[in-house]
C-alpha cells in the first residue's frame, strides 16, 4: 500500500471496566485468537494487584493505568542513514505508538519474569511499574537515554 492509509478498526470497550484500552491491551496479550483466556489473565491479574496494593486508596484499573503511563517512551531513536553513514535520530512517538509500545514493553518483560502463572508475573510487572520499578521502566529509561546521547542528529529529523 502506498498511497493509501488502511482505515482504524474500531475496538470494542471489554466487558467489565467498558474501557478500549483494557481491550487493547488484552488484544497485545493473546496468543492464537485465544481472547476468552487473555481476558481471564488480566483480570486473575488485576485482582492479584488488588490483593498486593490493598493499602492504596486506588482501584486496580487506576493502578494499571498509572503503571503504563509510566513507563510510556516519549522519544525514541530511528536510523536514518546520511551519506555512507548511520545515524540513530532522536524522533518523538505518535500518541497511538507510545501506547501500543508500553503495552508491548510490559507484556514482554511481565512473560521474562519469574513467576508461576501468567497472571502472576503480569501483576507483579504492573505492581514494578506503578512503582517505578522493573523491567519495562528500565526500558522506557534507556530509550530515552539513548535519545539524549543522540540529539546532537536531531536536526536529520524528517
Do not use: C
Amino acid at each position: 500500500m502506498r498511497k493509501s492509509t488502511p482505515k482504524k478498526r474500531q475496538i470494542l470497550p471489554d466487558p467489565i471496566y467498558g474501557d478500549r484500552q483494557v481491550t487493547k491491551f488484552v488484544n497485545h496479550l493473546m496468543y492464537d485468537g485465544k481472547k476468552n483466556i487473555a481476558f481471564s489473565i488480566f483480570y486473575n491479574a488485576l485482582e492479584i494487584v488488588k490483593t498486593k496494593m490493598g493499602e492504596a486508596e486506588k482501584t486496580p484499573l487506576e493502578i494499571w493505568k498509572a503503571a503504563l503511563d509510566n513507563i510510556t517512551p516519549q522519544v525514541e531513536v530511528k536510523s536514518r542513514r546520511i551519506g555512507g553513514a548511520t545515524f540513530q535520530v532522536p524522533t518523538e512517538i505518535r500518541p497511538e505508538r507510545k501506547e501500543s509500545v508500553s503495552m508491548k514493553n510490559l507484556i514482554l518483560f511481565a512473560r521474562k519474569r519469574g513467576g508461576k502463572t501468567m497472571a502472576d508475573k503480569l501483576a507483579a510487572e504492573i505492581v514494578d511499574a506503578y512503582n517505578n520499578q522493573g523491567g519495562a521502566f528500565k526500558r522506557k529509561e534507556d530509550m530515552h537515554r539513548m535519545a539524549e546521547a543522540n540529539r546532537a542528529f536531531a536536526h536529520f529529523r524528517f
